[in-house]
């Protein structure tokens, strides 16, 4: 029986995201050369899907409004797998029309982040997905209603007992399952992934010589391993200090510590041309931009015109293949679903 | 060349939406006796999508937030495709969080429709499309402002020019794309159509019975064709009048006559199961609810528990294929592309 779902599930959802794409790459590897190995940057793996029907219970719950008090605002709604898993906005909107207070990072290849939020507050993907649920100025909601509204919807009722084996919903079992399919969300077979693997034509000259200019001049100091960046907390401005409007204080809001005041955790540079605007207050309209900012507060260079535009043209080669599945169908709600609350009062009587 | 996109896009888009259903369906009616004709109701022909590209150009069109000031709103904000086209919300949540005045009917089939609205103030979907975008408690924008943003997307310039054939783009073009891809989004192989194309074990007895009640007791009247209503305007309180809080006065507001006040659009009941709260002001929480005050108001009748639960029966057998594709991915914005102006002011400092 398990097998079974296993094998329904696989071929209309894993197969999108995982197969083909391995299949393709080593194909190429094989016959055009051999690959770099001693390089900062790994490429990607593509997602080893081990639960396929947790996987697509998580889907449907990242893309469900029902998780939030106004029944508007889902996961997808501030992370856009059309758009590269962000909101595209300088701070987000939430509940309410609620201004975020900071940058909605990507949740493409966020599994390999060594912990979650720009401050590093939650651990893992699970203990973050909790969060933007019971978040006033996101979703709005809280855990128990939540839950109370998945309880009520008979499709999930159902699917909730096929993947975990038990009548009873949990915020745990929720947070699991989208946690799950958060983890699907890697892009692997960029075209500098393509390069790494030995595939030389995979790069233009330009390219290639970003590249060498962001290994050279430092970038990869911070910016480095499978995920380009998302695995340490790092200074923003140490060369000379980052002039923003936020109140974001970064990791020191977690540990505490002076020394910690604005850390923030290194972002992924992964499809990094879908993500703008940059940095933890959106404040960098434009991928040039960021880099000219990066190169003089953390390492001291102003790039000349030329360098810039190989370093972006270079970034941009990280682009890689984006969540493919069908648009997630539903469940609709039962009798005794409550109703969504977008609004306090009543409409206005004529 | 034509050909060759259209053989590209037809793989990836259309197969899905269209070319499965109707094999199966036709084989299916071929094995299991005749079609039902002489019924009120008939079935729901699957989507002939005649210019693949187009479609595949209104599609993203369809789920591109960028459309709206705050960059944060699409139709499918309103008219999600998860969800049967709708939001599920009494009245729609728009820019900055705007309470709107009327519930948002589904977009599916909305191709049948004999004109768009409640009250039919567009002709067609191509009219209608253009509404939203500049309509300040929706999408916020204006016409200019939409088509000089698409302007600045270099993903966008591309597809426009390889279907449009031409560099400029237009809000004509704009409502032509967004249009052709909503006449694809029809739901055919329903139950019920299944059963009227011969099938006969497509419905139970309580549906069959719901279904001769729908017809004897009158709703057909009103409620008929392809998707069962959608083509007429109606009294809303023919034998009685309806008690509600909205403003809303139905078609009279195109007409200007007052035989007209409460004439609404009969919306159609395809997937109607998906398409709560009902009404044109969501008043009505369940099917249950929405048929008990249709036999009253409109046919002066007060069906028993039994008959209730036989035509709410009958109206989920009319449950079609949703709409299947894969989740679009949008163009990245460039350098010179306007930023969203979610928000009035800036943010404000510490
Ligand atoms: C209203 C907008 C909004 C909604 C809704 C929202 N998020 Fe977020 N998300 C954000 C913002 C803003 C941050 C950054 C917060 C911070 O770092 O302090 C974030 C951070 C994250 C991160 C951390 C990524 C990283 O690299 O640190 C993940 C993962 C994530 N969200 C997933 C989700 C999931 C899953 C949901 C739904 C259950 C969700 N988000 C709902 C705006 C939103
Ligand atoms: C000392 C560590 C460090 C170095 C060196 C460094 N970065 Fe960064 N980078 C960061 C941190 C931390 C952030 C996040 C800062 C913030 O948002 O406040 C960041 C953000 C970015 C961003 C924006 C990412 C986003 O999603 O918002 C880009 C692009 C970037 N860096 C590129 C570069 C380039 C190019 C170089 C070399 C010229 C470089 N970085 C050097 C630590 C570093
Ligand atoms: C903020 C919510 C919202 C957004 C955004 C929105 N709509 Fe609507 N839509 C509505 C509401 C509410 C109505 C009903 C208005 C009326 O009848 O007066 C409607 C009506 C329609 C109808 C008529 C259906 C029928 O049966 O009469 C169509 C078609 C439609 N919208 C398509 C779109 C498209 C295409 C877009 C994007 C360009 C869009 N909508 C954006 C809320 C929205
Ligand atoms: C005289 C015309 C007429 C008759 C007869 C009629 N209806 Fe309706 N129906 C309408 C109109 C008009 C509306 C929309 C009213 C509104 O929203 O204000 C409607 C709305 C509905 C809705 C809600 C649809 C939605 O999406 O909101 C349902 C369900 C429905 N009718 C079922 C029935 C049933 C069942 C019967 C028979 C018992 C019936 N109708 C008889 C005209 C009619
Ligand atoms: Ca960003
Ligand atoms: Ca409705």
Same mark, same amino acid.
């Given at each position: 029986?398990?097998? !079974?779902?296993? /094998?329904?599930?696989?071929?209309?959802?894993?197969?999108?995201?995982?197969?083909? @794409?391995?299949?393709?790459?080593?194909?190429? /590897?094989?016959?055009?050369?051999?690959?770099?190995?001693?390089?900062?940057?790994?490429?990607?793996?593509?997602?080893?899907?081990?639960?396929?029907?947790?996987?697509?219970?998580?889907?449907?719950?990242?893309?469900?409004?029902?998780?939030?008090?106004? @029944?508007?605002?889902?996961?997808? =709604?501030?992370?856009?797998? =059309?758009?590269?898993? /962000?909101?595209?906005?300088? *701070?987000?909107? +939430?509940?309410?029309?609620?201004?975020?207070?900071?940058?909605?990072?990507?949740?493409?290849? =966020?599994?390999?982040?060594?912990?979650?939020?720009?401050?590093?507050?939650?651990?893992?993907?699970?203990?973050?997905?909790?969060?933007?649920?019971?978040?006033?100025?996101?979703?709005?909601?809280?855990?128990?209603?939540?839950?109370?509204?998945?309880?009520?919807?008979?499709?999930?009722?159902?699917?909730? !007992?096929?993947?975990? @084996?038990?009548? !009873?919903?949990?915020? $745990?079992?929720?947070?699991?399952?989208?946690?799950?399919?958060?983890?699907? &969300?890697?892009?692997?077979?960029?075209?500098? $992934?393509?390069? &790494?693997?030995?595939?030389?034509?995979?790069?233009?000259?330009?390219?290639?010589?970003?590249?060498?200019?962001?290994?050279?001049?430092?970038?990869?100091?911070?910016?480095?391993?499978?995920?380009?960046?998302?695995?340490?907390?790092?200074?923003?401005?140490?060369?000379?200090?980052? !002039?923003?409007?936020?109140?974001?204080?970064?990791?020191? #809001?977690? *540990? +505490?510590?002076?020394?910690?005041?604005?850390?923030?955790?290194?972002?992924?540079?992964?499809?990094?041309?879908?993500?703008?605007?940059?940095?933890?207050?959106?404040?960098?309209? /434009? &991928?040039?931009? #960021?880099?000219?900012?990066? @190169?003089?507060?953390?390492?001291?260079?102003?790039?000349?015109?030329?360098?810039?535009?190989?370093?972006?043209?270079?970034?941009?080669?990280?682009?890689?293949?984006?969540?493919?599945?069908?648009?997630?169908?539903?469940?609709?709600? +039962?009798?005794?679903?409550?109703?969504?609350?977008?609004?306090?009062?009543?409409?206005?009587?004529?």
């Amino acid at each position: 029986m398990k097998h !079974k779902i296993f /094998t329904l599930v696989l071929t209309t959802l894993v197969a999108a995201l995982v197969g083909c @794409g391995q299949k393709a790459d080593s194909a190429k /590897t094989a016959a055009l050369g051999k690959p770099m190995t001693d390089e900062p940057i790994q490429p990607i793996n593509a997602a080893n899907v081990s639960n396929p029907a947790l996987v697509q219970l998580g889907m449907q719950l990242y893309f469900d409004p029902r998780l939030s008090k106004s @029944g508007f605002i889902s996961c997808n =709604s501030c992370h856009n797998l =059309s758009m590269g898993g /962000t909101d595209n906005l300088k *701070t987000s909107i +939430g509940h309410k029309w609620n201004q975020g207070p900071i940058n909605a990072p990507t949740v493409l290849n =966020s599994s390999l982040n060594v912990a979650q939020f720009w401050d590093g507050r939650a651990a893992d993907l699970k203990e973050q997905a909790g969060g933007p649920i019971a978040n006033p100025g996101e979703m709005g909601f809280t855990h128990e209603l939540a839950v109370k509204t998945l309880a009520t919807i008979p499709g999930y009722v159902e699917e909730f !007992k096929k993947v975990f @084996g038990t009548d !009873k919903i949990t915020i $745990d079992e929720v947070t699991k399952a989208i946690a799950a399919f958060e983890e699907t &969300l890697v892009t692997p077979n960029s075209r500098f $992934d393509q390069w &790494l693997k030995g595939d030389k034509n995979a790069l233009t000259a330009q390219e290639v010589q970003g590249y060498e200019l962001f290994k050279n001049s430092g970038c990869v100091a911070c910016h480095n391993g499978p995920a380009v960046g998302g695995n340490s907390f790092q200074k923003m401005g140490v060369v000379e200090p980052y !002039k923003g409007d936020s109140k974001a204080e970064g990791r020191a #809001a977690v *540990t +505490g510590k002076d020394a910690d005041r604005f850390n923030f955790k290194v972002p992924t540079l992964r499809n990094i041309e879908m993500t703008y605007p940059y940095f933890h207050d959106g404040e960098a309209k /434009t &991928l040039s931009q #960021a880099v000219e900012i990066m @190169g003089r507060i953390q390492l001291g260079r102003n790039f000349s015109k030329e360098e810039n535009a190989d370093i972006v043209a270079f970034l941009k080669s990280l682009t890689g293949d984006q969540p493919s599945f069908k648009l997630p169908q539903l469940p609709p709600s +039962g009798p005794d679903t409550p109703s969504p609350q977008p609004f306090d009062a009543k409409p206005v009587k004529k």
